[in-house]
């Protein structure tokens, strides 16, 4: 559908289709469920070959394109403030072609989900499409559920690679260190997001932790969520296999809060720096990125 889509529209509509989409989050939620499907079965690279894999790889991409385009649909009016640039926005794109395209991605998704096993691995991939499609018009409303939202569904997705290679239980509880650090990086790096996005979410009544508490409040609170999440990774590893095979999980888990902790640093000394917290939004990446994919092939 989507094919036709962009063979139907001009030039510059494709241009905008494109960047509407967010094409470059494909290669990240590929590579979540690859890592998951590689760590999860024991550092097996069999894994990845499986098709099993390769689908749920689709399908979590395709969750990723289809919610951003959704969420930029009922974001219309924020983004005429925060971003007039985007394509709805700018009205480069008209608002139906981004419903059908999102509306037809989310079917093919959950049709498909219908056909995987186990049902665990239905599970995740119907909570992440029902989380991702009710975040705009519901999630987004309740001040830090926004931010866990999206933290959840991306945590998820290397769980749901165990469960597509056949990893079973033994496969998540493997990368549960990992996913819960994942999930704290995810909403310290919404949370920042929010910051940049204050004035126009105030001006919207969109109640976000920086709308609520402030600038200074939003970052101790994304900090927190940083240390809360070290903490929950290293006690579960260390539950999970013993203080001694825990320490080399602890100095990746240090290293990388340490980074986040600096950055967080870094807006609040530059008095919420607009270009500082951009370069934070980027930077973020990296630790948490790496930390998920050292804590899953540390993993035993």
Not at 44 to 49: G, I, N
Not at 135 to 151: D, E, M, Q, S
């Amino acid at each position: 559908m989507s094919q036709l889509l962009l063979l139907m529209l001009p030039d510059r509509q494709t241009q905008a289709l494109v960047q509407l989409a967010r094409v470059h989050n494909l290669l990240p939620s590929f590579l979540l469920v690859m890592v998951g499907a590689w760590a999860g079965s024991g550092r097996d690279l069999a894994a990845l070959r499986a098709p099993g894999v390769w689908l749920m790889s689709l399908l979590s991409g395709g969750i990723a394109v289809s919610s951003c385009v959704f969420n930029d649909y009922f974001d219309v009016q924020v983004d005429r403030a925060n971003a007039p640039h985007k394509p709805l926005a700018s009205g480069v794109l008209p608002l139906d072609i981004a419903l059908l395209l999102s509306s037809s991605v989310y079917c093919a998704v959950l049709i498909t989900a219908c056909f995987m096993e186990p049902s665990q691995l239905r599970s995740i991939i119907a909570l992440s499409a029902g989380a991702t499609l009710l975040y705009t018009p519901v999630f987004k409303k309740l001040t830090a559920i926004k931010n866990a939202t999206v933290a959840v569904v991306i945590a998820l997705a290397p769980l749901g690679g165990a469960l597509a290679a056949g990893a079973g239980e033994a496969g998540v509880m493997r990368l549960l260190p990992a996913t819960l650090f994942a999930f704290s990086g995810v909403m310290f790096r919404e949370i920042v997001m929010d910051l940049t996005d204050l004035e126009g979410d105030r001006a919207a009544g969109i109640k976000t932790l920086p709308v609520m508490i402030g600038q200074r409040g939003a970052l101790l609170a994304a900090t927190c969520c940083v240390l809360a999440g070290a903490a929950a990774a290293l006690a579960s590893a260390t539950a999970a296999w013993g203080p001694r095979a825990a320490a080399a999980r602890a100095a990746v888990v240090v290293l990388a809060t340490a980074r986040l902790g600096q950055l967080s640093f870094g807006i609040l000394k530059s008095g919420f720096d607009r270009a500082v917290m951009g370069s934070a939004i980027e930077e973020s990446l990296k630790p948490v990125g790496l930390c998920l994919i050292l804590l899953s092939a540390l993993a035993p």
